[in-house]
């Protein structure tokens, strides 16, 4: 019924609809859509009444303008009204004048050039209006490239080709670098002395390349050393001397005043406990006021997610202290979701989730899942809190009871753990936790393959993480690195003690617009007290599928029994892909895979398609095998959401 009801609504819109449509005679150079989009708002106004001649000339008036300044500097536009509802405009092209192609002499980067010198053109749909005013703009911003770069004496001359029989008329332009610029140590002229760790920072900036991106490093290193020392209204100018193919930075500073926090007060608070708040802050009072320190913090509350919005107040007083207000609105703290989806490894998965952000005002946060997929089903719930002990660092207790169905045995784990989190800066984390779960297995692989059927697992591990990725979710450049370790303990048949390594490295970088490429390798292993075959099976390591070397299916690779595999205790993984952008989200890879498990070493090669997703890709790819022996698949197609590596 609801479809049928907006079918007709649609149907009778156009009759229901009052005002003047606008027709084109004449027009070569642009789409009607195209041109009436680009003068929208007072051609908005014309259409949505009744035609007149008055309005015939208005709209005459405004193309007639936008083509002048767009490419027809010739342009001569008639309107005339047909009826109460069209508008017919005559058009009178002219020659045309477009930006034509830009050769590009002597620079490397002949993309970066090109852009920086069109940017100033007026743009249409497909290509850029040509106005000789804007020649001068285009070659300054070449300059400021060039300067960026390190190329501080550059020049740029442009060449105005001959216009062409379509209309576009052509470019070259002729770069001179000339010397790539060193930095010699700057000057840092102030009032109040520059500290000792700024003065090294200016010290060690000798000799490097006068780029952008170490100038703007260090404007941003003297203004954090200056603000972490209370001077919050710093100033900052920039001189720039020449001397040889070295450039000479003099920075004059500015501090202003200085000031001293003397109380600290939270505001709009009506759930959550004052002091969880203000025990995070205590630590500025009495000290000097450090704006980035106090900025990170604010950014700590709201990734909490129990507020949605945090201001702070300053209050000066006699321009020496400051009287601090954290404003803070509370979130939405309780919540559920429902996830439906589909992957490769998992198949279908229904999941429900119930959350409490902030749980009885501590900034706990509570999260309680169940989840049934094509392999069995999960359940988990787990308390974490953000700022254990008022410190950085956070802990996490979970509950959990997992059953998993695989094709070479069943498993119905149930087990409690503990996990204490804390981070050193921006891109270093490490976490420390202790598992104790208890495990059922059911296979059909005889026991001395598969190991014990039932026992108690304890693990106590370290895990580092190195994260300098762009987007974690959708990394494009940047490098992640991760390295895990574990002591653990398995009570079954036999008690068995083993230690297990597990290292990663991934590496993503831009190549252009549309290209970018990944490279990943990991690799492990898990020795145990004893013999192989008594380490459970579900301890040992499993590679094939989506995430792994993409020419097996899930888990498949390695030695059998009877056609299911037994796992391996030492393994790595190579991976490289090639993306290249096809239209919006939408991204086209090769990749090549390697892997060795226990003594076994295969390759595969494929391509694939995904969507790029704030979430992250999904993914559908076809893995080709290059070392299929007897027996194994010659290849694999997967569906998976979530990066490779």
């Known amino acids: 019924m609801v479809l049928r009801i907006t079918v007709l609504i649609l149907l009778f819109t156009p009759v229901l609809a009052s005002g003047a449509n606008v027709e084109f005679v004449g027009l070569r150079s642009f789409t009607s859509e195209s041109l009436l989009k680009a003068v929208a708002g007072r051609m908005d106004y014309i259409r949505k009444r009744d035609a007149t001649d008055s309005r015939a000339d208005d709209a005459a008036y405004l193309v007639e303008s936008y083509l002048r300044t767009h490419g027809l500097p010739d342009a001569v536009i008639s309107g005339q009204r047909i009826s109460d509802n069209k508008i017919r405009l005559t058009i009178e092209e002219g020659l045309s004048q477009f930006l034509g192609s830009i050769k590009v002499t002597g620079f490397d980067d002949v993309e970066a050039i090109q852009d920086q010198f069109q940017a100033t053109f007026p743009e249409t749909v497909k290509q850029r209006a040509f106005e000789s005013k804007f020649i001068e703009e285009g070659l300054e911003r070449v300059r400021d490239l060039l300067h ?50 700024l003065e090294k920072i200016a010290g060690e900036a000798r000799g490097e390349t006068a780029t952008a991106e170490n100038i703007i490093s260090l404007r941003r290193d003297i203004t954090e050393d200056y603000r972490r020392r209370g001077y919050t209204d710093i100033s900052l100018v920039m001189l720039k001397k020449i001397n040889g193919n070295k450039l000479l930075l003099n920075f004059v500073i500015t501090p202003g005043n200085k000031y001293i926090v003397r109380s600290f007060q939270t505001a709009g608070l009506n759930k959550t406990n004052p002091s969880n708040i203000q025990n995070r802050f205590r630590k500025l009072i009495g000290e000097n006021f450090d704006e980035e320190l106090t900025g990170r913090e604010m950014k700590r509350l709201l990734s909490t997610g129990a507020f949605s919005s945090v201001r702070l107040e300053k209050k000066e007083i006699n321009d020496a202290e400051l009287d601090l207000t954290l404003h803070l609105k509370e979130a939405k703290a309780r919540g559920y979701s429902v996830a439906l989806g589909y992957g490769s490894i998992e198949g279908y998965t229904l999941g429900l989730r119930y959350f409490d952000r902030n749980l009885y005002g501590s900034l706990s946060n509570l999260s309680a899942v169940a989840e049934i997929t094509s392999l069995g089903g999960l359940g988990a719930i787990s308390l974490s809190n953000p700022f254990f002990l008022d410190q950085d660092l956070r802990l996490a207790n979970r509950a959990f009871l997992i059953n998993r169905n695989f094709d070479n045995y069943d498993k119905l784990e149930g087990g409690i753990g503990s996990e204490l989190t804390w981070k050193w800066g921006d891109n ?73 390594v597990e290292s990663q490295f991934s590496y993503y970088q831009t190549l252009s617009e549309n290209s970018s490429y990944a490279l990943g390798l990991r690799g492990g292993f898990i020795s145990p007290s004893g013999e192989t075959q008594s380490l459970p099976i579900d301890l040992r390591k499993f590679l094939g599928g989506a995430n792994t070397i993409r020419s097996f299916p899930e888990l498949k690779m390695g030695s059998s029994f009877n056609g299911n595999t037994l796992g391996g205790t030492e393994w790595w993984l190579a991976n490289a892909e090639y993306r290249h952008n096809l239209a919006g989200p939408f991204e086209a890879l090769i990749f090549v895979d390697a892997a060795g498990l226990d003594s076994e070493v295969e390759l595969a090669v494929g391509l694939g398609v995904r969507i790029n997703l704030p979430v992250g890709p999904i993914r559908l790819e076809y893995g080709r095998s290059l070392s299929q022996n007897s027996g194994e698949p010659g290849g694999a197609f997967h569906f998976a959401i979530g990066t490779t590596f």
């Open 148 to 197: 960026t770069n390190g190329y501080w004496k550059g020049t740029v001359t442009a060449i105005q080709e001959a216009r062409q029989a379509d209309g576009k008329i052509p470019f070259t332009l002729k770069i001179e670098k000339g010397p790539l610029f060193i930095l010699e140590t700057p000057n840092l002229e102030s009032q109040v002395k520059p500290s000792a760790a």
């Open 428 to 500: 270093y984390s490490s976490n420390v936790g202790l598992t104790v779960s208890q495990t059922s297995i059911n296979t059909p692989i005889p026991k001395e393959l598969a190991g014990p059927r039932n026992y108690i697992v304890s693990r106590l591990g370290l895990q580092q993480l190195f994260d300098r990725r762009n987007n974690p979710a959708l990394p494009s450049d940047g490098w992640f690195a991760r390295l895990s370790t574990s002591l653990g303990l398995s009570d079954g048949d036999n008690t068995i003690g083993f230690f297990e």
